[in-house]
């Protein structure tokens, strides 16, 4: 996957999990204040997995396993 293609598979996602959130007002309440958010699919957490060694200083990780459905995993 090209880094264009990955921005744009990443913009798609967060418009999703924004309508996600809207909808499900109640998991909100389960984010933190300050946190980095990324995206676990299926079919690339062999790839996503290298990525998800970089942490960005004084922010938490939040991943979001991406199915038919989005789940906030903790």
Not at 28 to 57: A, R, V
């Amino acid at each position: 996957m090209t880094h264009k293609e990955t921005i744009e598979r990443n913009i798609g996602l967060t418009f999703d999990f924004v309508n996600y959130l809207i909808e499900n007002k109640e998991e909100i309440e389960k984010l933190p204040d300050n946190f980095k958010l990324e995206f676990i699919e299926k079919d690339f957490s062999k790839i996503e997995h290298k990525q998800l060694q970089t942490t960005t200083p004084n922010l938490q990780n939040k991943y979001v396993r991406v199915r038919n459905s989005f789940d906030v995993a903790l």
